[in-house]
């Protein structure tokens, strides 16, 4: 026994102190769930590369925070609210999913940030566009990446009419989103000093944009704004394509659009495009190099929701170590203090609403002669300082501002 | 007569005591089914595998496809929705007003298109439906592609806490039951009886003197009620109502769930949506897209066996004491 005491001891202060060391990580792990649509229409804007993303991210940082180990799971919400909430829920009560990030499109962010906001859990939005996520339905523990609405129209709207596209006609999406994303454009390009001359509005999945074309052609605007999304715009850029619209001297502006689109586009269609971007892989060397490692990862080159989505779980982890725990409260606060410094920006800041604020840029599509390989396509026209770019806290409706 | 006596002979199970023993095995295992598998997951299973036999109801017993349910059951979401976050209320009665709601939309749906057969029918309910899902999209209260969210669960009259996932769980199971029971007991009454005549052979029943189109109009104002029975529960369920509810793949969705399950039997569409939802749930974080793999297993089903699950199974029982005598 003299002999078994001392051992036991020493057995008993290691167990001790694992479990010391352990107790600041719940399951000594830190579960990280990519929630997006990997099967729809949004496969290619986020999708299966917004893993691979958040794996990267893992790796960047060295697959441990704390001693503890990184774990990243992922679902396809197939763009269903409910398949998204009950995968959520079941992530965060069964499987101890600690955060939740990328969440593409509007109606599943919105439910996913509500159910995370009452079960204490994070959420970091990459892949959604409604300002609401840090508006009226903002949460404590929900942050919003990559871009927004607002983001969208002050870029696309504002610094194009700088670029001398000063004359405006709409073509709208026939809902709220496109209401929301005219309305919002137009009011910037006004503030500019340039002229809304007029708009048409057109039902959601319309195949035939000729006639709506043309209306904008004759209203003797040098600018055509898209405000529509995914296959409506890509159906609308084809068809001004074939029309001769841009060859005639006006010029398109895409609201919601990203590299994987004009990729998909290609360049013959959308040249001279003119879109707003958060990140693109020839800016400069530092992007070049991330790109190339997710191009081998991937085979494609990212566009801003995945390099958002790499950020994210950057940022997270980078939180967690800092406050030396995955618990809920410590880790949100963590997120809204740090500045934000990697791959993704070198100056972002998370507002108190959880908006992470950040510049954006305003791209044009290269001409197919201009382009030099294959991902060669955009040409920066201008930048848009974050705080211009995105919506003062105290402006958006979150009552945690106020 | 003639039509109905027979069917009332041949088709009216009366239930025996095999059949009152597996429902009660049935019952006990949904009972325990929340200790063993994940709450959400089941209350989405049993909001479907209503949506599901209030569909079944028309097509299994009338014969009428319709091709627009989704709009009863997203429309339902959406009311209870409204009413229960935005006026306050209580979340049976809110549930129960999306119901009412649904119905009087099928009532004035169902009586544009039962003046119709076959493929027609099928078109008039679509283009309504999606005339519908055009309206919710534009007007302000079902708030756009963002939808309307964090809808209070409540206090079920008051008393029973929802939050909890286990009361949840037997609320809705509840519900499921009571609509399974309705369906079960219209189908097994004298106007059933009728309805399974005008589907065998509509002109016959005519002839016969019935009113065939106020019965058909009353199997689907009965059918949409359901649905939306379904709708508004879920609304309740998830906390949210939104546009894929609404929108004619939700339609499309529900016909595959009876269709793989078993056109015109009980347990059918239960068992179609289980599969369904359970597909959606456990492929979504696999490797394999999932919208292929349901559109793989229905190609499969309409080939091999076209009774669906169910059907088959029943077919199978039917044949065997025959191939033993």
């Known amino acids: ?402 | 007569m003639a039509v109905g006596t027979q069917y009332l002979a041949e088709q009216q199970p009366k239930l025996s005591t095999t059949s009152l023993v597996l429902g009660a095995i049935a019952i006990a295992a949904l009972i325990a089914a929340p200790f063993f598998f994940y709450p959400v997951f089941l209350m989405s299973i049993l909001c479907f595998a209503l949506f599901a036999c209030a569909f079944n109801l028309l097509i299994g017993y009338v014969g009428l496809l319709s091709f627009g349910h989704a709009a009863f059951f997203g429309g339902a979401a959406y009311y209870t929705a409204h009413a229960v976050k935005v006026w306050g209320l209580e979340p049976l009665t809110g549930i129960l007003f999306g119901a009412a709601g649904a119905a009087a939309m099928g009532l004035i749906i169902g009586f544009i298109a039962i003046r119709r057969q076959g493929i027609y029918f099928a078109m008039i309910t679509l283009a309504l439906s999606q005339m519908f899902a055009f309206i919710c999209l534009q007007v302000p209260f079902t708030h756009g592609e963002d939808g309307i969210q964090g809808v209070p669960r409540g206090h079920l009259l008051g008393i029973i806490d929802l939050n909890q996932p286990l009361s949840m769980y037997y609320v809705t199971l509840a519900i499921f039951l009571f609509g399974v029971f309705a369906v079960w007991r219209i189908v097994n009454s004298p106007f059933g009886n009728i309805l399974k005549a005008i589907r065998e052979n509509e002109r016959r029943a005519v002839s016969l003197g019935y009113r065939v189109d106020r019965y058909k109009l009353g199997a689907f104002v009965m059918s949409a009620a359901l649905a939306g029975l379904a709708g508004g529960t879920k609304a309740i369920v998830f906390q949210f109502a939104t546009l894929t509810d609404v929108q004619w793949q939700m339609s499309g969705e529900v016909i595959l769930m009876t269709l793989l399950g078993g056109i015109g039997t009980m347990i059918g569409p239960i068992v179609g949506a289980g599969l369904v939802i359970a597909l959606q749930n456990y492929l979504a974080s696999s490797q394999f897209p999932v919208t292929v793999l349901i559109g793989i297993i229905f190609v499969i089903c309409v080939l091999l066996f076209r009774r669906g699950i169910v059907g088959e199974i029943l077919e199978l029982m039917k044949r065997k004491p025959k191939g033993n005598v």
């Not at chain 1, 800016?283 to 085979?299: I, P, S, W, Y």
Request: glycine fraction near 10%; hydrophobic fraction near 40%; charged fraction near 20%.
């Open chain 1, 1 to 402: 026994m003299r002999v078994l005491k001392p051992i036991l001891f020493a057995l008993s202060c290691t167990v001790a102190a694992q479990a010391a060391y352990a107790q600041n990580i719940s399951d000594n792990v830190v579960k990280i769930g990519i929630l997006n649509d990997q099967s729809g229409v949004y496969a290619d804007f986020g999708g299966k590369s917004s893993v691979a993303a958040a794996q990267m991210a893992v790796e960047d940082f060295g697959g441990k925070v704390n001693g503890a180990s990184i774990e990243v799971v992922n679902a396809d919400h197939q763009n269903k609210p409910d398949v998204a909430s009950s995968i959520a829920r079941q992530w965060y009560d069964a499987d101890k999913v600690d955060a939740i990030m990328e969440l593409t499109t509007s109606s599943v962010a919105l439910a996913v940030q509500g159910l995370s906001k009452e079960k204490k859990k994070i959420t970091m939005t990459t892949g959604a566009a409604t300002t609401e996520l840090t508006g009226k339905q903002c949460s404590p523990y929900g942050f919003h990446w990559a871009y927004d609405t607002h983001a969208l129209a002050v870029g696309t709207g504002g610094a194009l009419v700088e670029n001398g596209g000063n004359k405006w006609f709409f073509l709208t999406a026939d809902y709220a989103f496109g209401y929301s994303l005219e309305e919002q454009t137009s009011k910037f390009v006004k503030s500019k000093g340039g002229q809304v001359v007029g708009s048409v509005r057109h039902p959601l999945a319309a195949t035939d944009y000729s006639s709506f074309l043309l209306q904008a052609q004759s209203s003797g605007a040098n600018v055509i704004g898209m405000a529509n999304a995914g296959l409506d715009t890509a159906n609308a850029i084809k068809q001004a394509a074939e029309f001769g619209i841009t060859q005639g001297g006006t010029r398109l502006a895409a609201l919601l659009f990203t590299l994987a689109e004009v990729k998909g586009l290609g360049l013959q269609s959308a040249q001279g495009l003119t879109l707003t971007e958060g990140w693109y892989w020839d800016q400069n060397d530092e992007n070049r190099a991330f790109a190339k490692r997710f191009q081998a990862k991937t085979g494609k080159m990212p566009n801003m929701i995945h390099v958002g989505t790499y950020s994210t779980v950057m940022q997270y982890l980078k939180a967690v170590q800092k406050a030396g725990t995955d618990e809920t409260e410590a880790v949100a606060k963590a997120l809204h203090e740090m500045p934000v410094q990697d791959a993704f920006t070198k100056n972002g800041k998370v507002l108190p609403n959880g908006r992470m604020v950040y510049d954006m840029y305003l791209f044009q599509v290269k001409k197919p002669e201009e382009s030099k390989s294959e991902w060669d396509m955009y040409k920066q026209l201008a930048t848009i300082p974050g705080d211009q770019a995105y919506m003062k806290a105290a402006e958006s409706g979150c009552q945690l501002t106020q």
